[in-house]
């Protein structure tokens, strides 16, 4: 059984910076973080592949950084330059494929998710 666990989310001043952490990230299949804003659909932010392949929304690319430490076994998510748009449940999966994707039907294992708020 997988068990994803996320931490870091809290409430911020636009312009400030989060890391977001996972645990439980796993080598051998892509892990990534999604985003779930009120009225929107959830929606992929960042992918890292078993083979150290990185994907990115558009929205957020040179503003966060998906990485994971093998040696701690977590999967972080550096947030930078965060905007009130940035607001949402963020969640981190794992997917089923090693190679990267942010198709939500891609994964299976979710964590609980770890609110972000960002004011203006």
């Known amino acids: 059984q997988v068990q994803l666990v996320e931490s870091g989310g809290r409430s911020v001043q636009a312009r400030g910076s989060l890391r977001l952490s996972c645990t439980a990230s796993?080598?051998?299949?892509?892990m990534a973080w999604f985003r779930h804003a009120p009225v929107k659909e959830r929606a992929g932010v960042a992918a890292?592949?078993?083979?150290?392949?990185?994907a990115y929304a558009k929205s957020v690319m040179g503003r966060f950084a998906i990485s994971k430490d093998n040696a701690e076994n977590t999967l972080y998510l550096q947030m930078n330059s965060l905007q009130p748009e940035d607001t949402a449940m963020y969640y981190c999966?794992?997917?089923?494929?090693?190679?990267?994707?942010?198709?939500?039907?891609?994964?299976?294992?979710w964590g609980q998710g770890t609110q972000v708020t960002v004011s203006s």
């Open positions: 999966a794992r997917s089923n494929y090693p190679v990267a994707t942010m198709r939500v039907s891609d994964y299976n294992y």
């Open positions: 796993e080598r051998q299949y892509c």
């Open positions: 890292l592949d078993a083979y150290g392949i990185t």
